[in-house]
């Protein structure tokens, strides 16, 4: 199988878990919303299928609930007989093995995150390859192959003793005290008029076929550098598959890879302001709270406190009816205030980290600190047409109104300078 081909499968399975969850986190009456997939009636199993049912339980793909009889865990399939649901998971789920796999690999809240190159062994001794064809296959050392194949007996082995042990602790059932999903941040909706209509789960607000209204942030965190230059904060979100494609072949990474970049920035959560009214717009305070949150929750100076960077704000920026197509799968329809922040002088780029978090395809989520990028404002007007670059729809957005604004980019500059330290 060449990385080509596993990448489209890949991308493939993600975008379909991503849908599900969304069509499962759902908690509007429309519940049963039509996947835009034809075939995802597939694997769904969640980061509570795995903490609270017992290996077998999860070996056989259903379980049994005194009241309700036997469950699904693909599907949630309810049936009194036992043998009933063996041929339902025939009927329905045998052919989702290839689907499985990849939704079980990328469980990284449970798994410890293996790193890509291990999933991809993994991947490949699951497609029964031989060490020489997988690192073929990957372009990568047969030395390495065999250490990622260790690496993976050696998480066997761990898995059977930790096994052992729990049963005898008996952490092992623990179905009967199962606790209900962790709250999400909900996001307050809006309606046309920009009333609040109710708060939904974050996934569900980028449904891509009934995007919800919201509103968010988007911060251009600045920094004069010692050239005498503004440069501004990005973030990179290029698919770590991606990344490492490039790097395994870089003529075939080259056409394959584009490097994802945005600028920090988040939605409007309910807890954000305590006086938000249903049918009312969104309170003013809401906008600045987010702001400073995001601010606080994604970037982070070692053995220095934020506290003195304050947001400004500089526009709104509508995405309007329609919304905007999301990389790699959805779609926004977002009301969003831009903010400035100016970080103080001479802080070295080495302390300044930003925070990536996302959620895997359990629906467990991981939080990491990456060292943090700044490009002067030309190189960020430059991604709109770059071969190796792209810009995700909240910078896509700044950039381009700045490129037809030139007025709105001089304030900026302006409000950058004058910034109190
Ligand atoms: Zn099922």
């Known amino acids: 199988m060449s990385i080509i081909a596993w990448k489209t499968a890949w991308d493939e399975y993600s975008q379909k878990t991503i849908y599900q969850r969304v069509s499962r986190s759902c908690a509007c009456p429309e519940k049963t919303a039509q996947s835009p997939y034809s075939d995802t009636r597939e694997i769904a199993m969640n980061i509570y299928d795995i903490e609270n049912r017992t290996v077998d339980e999860l070996r056989q793909g259903y379980y049994y609930d005194p009241g309700k009889g036997y469950i699904c865990l693909h599907c949630e399939f309810t049936s009194t007989s036992a043998s009933a649901m063996e041929s339902h998971l025939k009927e329905i789920h045998s052919k989702e093995e290839d689907s499985f796999f990849y939704h079980l690999l990328n469980a990284d809240s449970v798994l410890g995150e293996l790193s890509y190159p291990v999933k991809m062994v993994a991947y490949c001794l699951y497609k029964r390859m031989t060490d020489k064809e997988i690192g073929e296959t990957l372009n990568m050392n047969p030395n390495t192959v065999r250490s990622h194949r260790r690496l993976l007996r050696k998480k066997y082995s761990e898995c059977k003793v930790m096994l052992m042990l729990c049963e005898r602790m008996n952490l092992g059932r623990q179905s009967d005290r199962a606790r ?17 209509i109710g708060f939904f789960g ?37 698919s770590r598959m991606l990344t490492f494609a490039g790097k395994a072949d870089a003529a075939f990474g080259e056409q394959l890879h584009k490097r994802w970049i945005d600028i920090e920035g988040g939605q409007c959560q309910q807890s954000d302001c305590a006086a938000i009214e249903l049918h009312k717009p969104l309170p003013e305070e809401i906008f600045i709270n987010a702001a400073k949150r995001e601010l606080e929750e994604e970037v982070y100076i070692k053995a220095y406190p934020l506290d003195t960077a304050k947001p400004m704000y500089l526009y709104t920026d509508e995405t309007g009816k329609e919304g905007t197509k999301l990389f790699p799968f959805g779609q926004n329809m977002e009301t969003t205030r831009v903010y400035l922040v100016r970080l103080p002088d001479g802080i070295p780029q080495n302390r300044i980290l930003v925070r990536d978090t996302w959620t895997d395809s359990v629906g467990g ?23 190796d670059t792209a810009l995700m729809d909240g910078a896509l957005r700044v950039v381009e109104r700045m ?17 109190e330290l």
């Open 365 to 387: 989520s991981i939080t990491k600190r990456y060292p943090s990028e700044f490009v002067t404002f030309e190189e960020l007007l430059g991604f709109v047409d770059s071969d």
């Open 180 to 196: 209900p999903p962790a709250p999400d941040e909900r996001i307050p909706g809006l309606d046309a008029d920009g009333n609040v």
């Open 202 to 238: 974050k996934d569900r607000v980028h449904d891509p076929k009934r995007p919800i209204p919201h509103a968010s942030v988007l911060l251009l965190v600045a920094q004069r550098h010692e050239d005498g230059a503004m440069r501004f904060l990005i973030c990179t979100k290029s």
């Open 403 to 419: 490129k037809r604004d030139p007025t709105l980019k001089k304030r900026m500059f302006d409000m950058l300078e004058n910034a």
